[in-house]
T-cell receptor
Framework: KAGVTQTPRYLIKTRGQQVTLSCSPI?????VSWYQQTPGQGLQFLFE???????NKGNFPGRFSGRQFSNSRSEMNVSTLELGDSALYLC???????????FGSGTRLTVV | KQEVTQIPAALSVPEGENLVLNCSFT??????LQWFRQDPGKGLTSLLL?????REQTSGRLNASLDKSSGRSTLYIAASQPGDSATYLC???????????FGRGTQLTVWP
């Protein structure tokens, strides 16, 4: 069975640009979460979607947004990129509340 | 707010040793706890998931225990191998909402 797929794997963007990252969860999983990982801050929660609704949001500025489609695929968008947005962005999906999370391989974003 | 702490931050051992990695959390009202492994630059691989009603889970050479009342979980690795070298992360889930609270991880190096 296919795992969580994140595209693209690597991105290089310039300050001020915007970027969209994509996540396809495991088939049947309706909960999708996003995390940012940096050496300084570790793993930080961005947001979680369930059945196209954002249920939970972390403490990030409004430049970070996301959405989920009816097929459970999710995208996150970062506008007006800053150097500090350089990070590994991880997506995870889960079947339900008692199930664990499965993570994708991540998207490595570099802002120059 | 849930705080998750992992001790030690780094561990370097010779091959064959039995290891214990520690994870503590401040809010005992967790739904479940999950242990992950992360190789450099990669995503997270789930190792074990323990529900709040369980005391331990085992998979091969790995055994994870959970003591909700004391806010602790341990990951026991038997007969360590160089291939076990990675960062090990624990994460608690506090509710049906899909947010995981992560520790900073234990970076494990097993040398031949």
């Amino acid at each position: 069975k296919a795992g969580v797929t994140q595209t693209p794997r690597y991105l290089i963007k310039t300050r001020g640009q915007q970027v969209t990252l994509s996540c396809s969860p495991i088939s049947g999983h309706r909960s999708v979460s996003w995390y940012q990982q940096t050496p300084g801050q570790g793993l930080q929660f961005l947001f979680e979607y369930f059945s196209e609704t954002q249920r939970n949001k972390g403490n990030f500025p409004g430049r970070f947004s996301g959405r989920q489609f009816s097929n459970s695929r999710s995208e996150m968008n970062v506008s007006t990129l800053e150097l500090g947005d350089s990070a590994l962005y991880l997506c995870a999906s889960s079947l339900g509340p008692v199930d664990g999370y499965t993570f994708g391989s991540g998207t490595r974003l570099t802002v120059v | 707010k849930q705080e998750v702490t992992q001790i030690p931050a780094a561990l370097s051992v010779p091959e064959g040793e039995n290891l214990v990695l520690n994870c503590s959390f401040t809010d005992s009202a967790i739904y479940n706890l999950q242990w992950f492994r992360q190789d450099p630059g990669k995503g997270l691989t789930s190792l074990l998931l323990i529900q709040s009603s369980q005391r331990e889970q085992t998979s091969g050479r790995l055994n994870a225990s959970l003591d909700k009342s004391s806010g602790r979980s341990t990951l026991y690795i038997a007969a360590s191998q160089p291939g076990d070298s990675a960062t090990y992360l624990c994460a608690s889930r506090g509710s049906t909402l899909g947010r995981l609270y992560f520790g900073r991880g234990t970076q494990l190096t097993v040398w031949p």
